[in-house]
């Protein structure tokens, strides 16, 4: 798994298959894609398919059950549950792909340092890494939410404090062994400059590895954020989110027990479309 | 040699899942008490072939044509000495464990039995004593109690896959005496593989080469070493290494 | 003897090193992050006086470098990080008062985390492609992104409010009741630790299953299930433990969120109130116990799995 190419390599016949067919071979890249995109599509054109608004009370018509009107029926306050879901997948996605921006970056670029440097470099960035491991995720994530003020942004400070860690240790570990090659020691040996061998060479070497664990690090995000949100210290009520509406939903869960299902298993679906998308990545670059 | 052969191998075919022939209509018999020596260039499908002996073949690995007719059983030795022990359990433990359910005596039985099979390959009187893990022992003992759980099966054929390739130079011949002592004490017929064509030579008496999956030369070994037939024999002879010094006294007495 | 020694030595002071910078970011984890805690403690309309007397409480009038000798200080004689600002006793022993409850849980996880993990891993790894197989493997993929609270509550509504097989919540009196009504949490803090264990441990048991002392053994003639159990299996309990080692913080963490489900008066629930009461002194000690505690266990692990490997002693 942790093979590391060193030049792209041809096919047994001379040539490359293409990018569209190896593609069309992964089906779990396939399946997992349009899973997501049917999503973002959704979320992006709710305010087109709903007539509702996300906090638009009707307390005449609370807690129905799904109907023609109503698709996943109403909350405690009237408000129309499938509306609301999409609009919540809207504040849950954007914050999950913006909150990995920085991580990211910083998790790739240490873990590049740590693994092409070694030595003390390494030591001392290891040495961070299993500081911040030693917190359990939950732990830190809750404290730091909190302590940065819930909302939006406390979110944003929490995974840029420890949302690189995860990077920087897939990342140390294939470019330490992208180090032991031997071309790279003859191109040190002839002076060519260290930030031209880890920009060039191995940062596109790390790069597909690395995406593949942001996928299933995003699912990891995305999960903590809607966590925080039924904790009640992530996103603020009464932007729509999956966690908050989970929680309101408790208090209902022997008399209208989808109130809190629905937005789970919409985190769950999300969930499988980028594991699946990860997977299949993972895939098509093993192939090659 | 007059006898019928042991073992039969008509036209084995092998190939993985997706269809990518491995070993492809390979055939050879072997009567008792006789070596095989299975050389050629590492990929060829030699291994395999032993595997299929065996009956176990790797997972994604399957036979699609042939016939392996075998009137006695196998035991085979590896490659790897270490890899080829579970190395969380002491070695003579995993021997008396083969003996206890090979041959169908009680516990104290099979470590009895077990201490005499050291005894036979030579290995030192304090392994008796104490529990040694493979981690703890030397790439030759290990092969050495590799060879012995082979023994304990009690095999008709012995299925050598390159059992000196992974040692020192300087323990290599003793493991190659070792099995030669052994075949001439106990009888069994074997199939040597090796890529290494003086040391197949010196073991066998019959060789077939091997190359991309088909048996390309097949014979008694004198006659394959001195009139080979396939330009891929004439390779291998070439590649084997002439000692410098008995060339330059060669060239000093013609 | 000497060089495997050395290995002690150098994870010794590894663990050493990283408590003290776990003991610094404790430290700094409420002063990096925006926002005043005295502020945040007394309410944003609080008086400037107010605020000033509660920083003098705290300790933030001072400088930052003499906060710190304070802290640890605190630390080394009193063993925790102060008083608490609301029930005015030591976190040591607030801590100490809730901790059983929550070992007991994450013991019980484990366990269960480990049973079912080793289970389908086997079945997965045994029927390597068949159908048996292809179903545990796609059961990762659809656990990832399940939140832990939420399979908590789901398993509430199946198991308590339809069956009535367990209570609803908290913890009852006795050996047996806790055990009974720790059941489902910790079948919900395990739940989510299961995929991740089974996707690693099915992995490391088909490298097992296709090395070649399997072979040997199979061609020795062992029966199957001598080689899986006695063979196989020991081969995977020292993986399985190391991954437990990589795993146990994140199964703390899950810990917490779960009591919070399930409302059991442990770790979790001491976290949840200090946090609304912005009581920053029990925070910063749970997060301290919490991190020590981590870098101990993981040092233990790797401790005895360097005691029970035959590879790692050498020869003789």
Request: proline letters at 5%; glycine letters at 8%.
């Amino acid at each position: 798994m942790k093979r590391i190419r060193t030049e792209p390599q041809l096919h047994q016949d001379g040539r490359q298959p293409s990018i569209i067919h190896r593609i069309w071979n992964t089906p779990s890249l396939l399946v997992g894609s349009l899973m997501f995109v049917v999503l973002i599509v959704l979320a992006v054109f709710i305010p087109y398919i709903s007539p509702y608004h996300p906090s638009e009370q009707n307390l005449s018509a609370f807690l129905q059950p799904p109907s023609a009107e109503h698709w996943l029926g109403t909350d405690q306050l009237g408000r129309d549950l499938f509306t609301r879901l999409i609009y919540a997948a809207r504040t849950d996605l954007s914050i999950m792909v913006l909150a990995e921006v920085v991580p990211f970056c910083t998790g790739v670029f240490l873990g590049m340092l740590a693994g092409y440097y070694g030595k003390w470099v390494d030591t001392v960035i290891t040495l961070l890494t299993d500081t911040f491991i030693a917190f359990p995720f939950y732990l830190i994530v809750i404290i730091v939410a909190f302590a940065s003020g819930a909302g939006e942004r406390g979110i944003y400070i929490t995974f840029m404090l420890v949302g690189w860690i995860v990077f920087a240790r897939v990342v140390r570990g294939l470019s330490a062994s992208f180090r032991e090659q031997e071309w790279v020691a003859s191109a040190q040996t002839l002076g060519l400059p260290g930030v031209r061998i880890i920009l060039r060479h191995l940062l596109p070497n790390v790069l597909p590895q690395a995406v593949v664990v942001l996928m299933t690090d995003m699912v990891g995000l995305l999960v903590a954020i809607v966590t925080l949100g039924y904790l009640g210290i992530g996103i603020a009520p009464p932007t729509p989110d999956w966690g908050t509406m989970i929680s309101d939903g408790q208090s209902f869960i022997t008399t209208a027990w989808w109130l809190s299902a629905v937005p789970g298993f919409a985190v769950v679906y999300t969930g499988i479309a980028l594991s699946l998308v990860g997977d299949g990545l993972a895939d098509i670059w093993r192939k090659k | 040699m007059s006898t019928s052969p042991i073992l039969e191998i008509e036209a084995l075919s092998l190939a993985t899942k997706s269809n990518e022939t491995l070993v492809d209509n390979v055939g050879f018999s072997l009567n008792k008490g006789e070596s095989l020596g299975l050389v050629g260039e590492s990929g060829s499908g030699k291994s395999l072939t032993l595997r299929a002996i065996l009956g176990l073949l790797p997972h994604g690995v399957r036979q699609t044509g042939g016939v392996i007719k075998s009137e006695v059983s196998s035991a085979m030795v590896f490659q790897d000495p270490r890899g080829a022990l579970d190395p969380l359990c002491p070695v003579v433990k995993q021997l008396a464990e083969v003996v206890y359910f090979r041959q169908k005596v009680s516990r104290k039985a099979s470590r009895v039995v077990a201490l005499e099979l050291l005894e036979m390959l030579g290995l030192p009187d304090s392994l008796k004593r104490t529990d040694r893990y493979p981690s703890q022992l030397s790439g030759g003992q290990c092969q050495r109690i590799v060879i012995a759980i082979a023994l304990a099966c009690k095999p008709g054929i012995l299925l050598c896959d390159e059992p000196t390739t992974a040692l020192d130079v300087t323990v290599q011949r003793q493991i190659i005496e070792t099995i030669a002592r052994l075949q001439q004490e106990l009888g069994f017929a074997m199939v040597f593989v090796t890529h290494n064509l003086a040391v197949a030579a010196a073991m066998c008496s019959k060789l077939a080469v091997m190359k991309k999956g088909q048996i390309v030369e097949h014979g008694n070994t004198l006659n394959v070493l001195q009139n080979p037939q396939n330009p891929y024999t004439q390779m291998l002879i070439n590649s084997v290494l002439p000692l410098p010094e008995l060339e330059g006294s060669g060239q000093l007495w013609s | 003897m000497n060089t495997s020694y050395s290995w002690l030595v150098t994870a010794l002071l590894r663990a050493l090193a990283v408590i003290l910078f776990v003991v610094t970011a404790v430290f700094f984890i409420i002063r990096i992050v925006p926002g005043d805690p005295a502020k945040m403690i007394l309410g944003e309309y609080s008086t400037p006086e107010a605020i000033k007397s509660m920083h003098h409480t705290l300790g933030l009038d001072l400088p930052l470098w003499e906060q710190f000798v304070r802290f640890v200080k605190t630390l080394f004689t009193q063993g925790d990080t102060g008083n608490s600002i609301i029930a005015g006793t030591s976190t040591r022993e607030l801590i100490a008062e809730r901790a059983p409850v929550t070992l007991l849980l994450i013991v019980m996880a484990c366990m269960m985390a480990i049973i079912i993990a080793l289970l389908l891993a086997t079945l997965a790894a045994t029927h390597k492609d068949k159908l048996l197989d292809h179903l545990i493997r796609i059961f990762p993929t659809i656990t990832l992104g399940m939140p832990i609270f939420w399979v908590g509550m789901l398993l509430i509504l199946l198991f308590s409010v339809r069956l009535h097989w367990f209570p609803v919540g908290g913890v009852s009196e006795g050996w047996i009741g806790t055990l009974y009504s720790l059941t489902l949490p910790a079948i919900t803090v395990a739940f989510s630790q299961i995929p991740t264990l089974v996707r690693s441990l099915r992995a490391q048991m088909l490298e097992i299953l296709e090395s070649d002392f399997v072979v040997t053994l199979r061609a020795a003639g062992l029966p199957s299930r001598v080689i899986l159990f006695k063979h196989v299996l020991r081969n995977s309990a020292l993986p399985t433990l190391m991954l437990l080692g990589v795993n146990i913080s994140y199964l703390i963490g899950g810990t917490l969120v779960v009591e919070q489900v399930f409302g059991i008066k442990g770790i979790g629930s001491l976290l949840f109130t200090a946090i609304s009461n912005r009581d920053f002194p029990v925070i910063q000690g749970i997060a301290l116990y919490c991190a020590i505690s981590v870098v101990i266990i993981s040092l233990l692990i790797e401790m005895i799995s360097w005691w029970l490997d035959p590879r790692t002693k050498g020869k003789q």
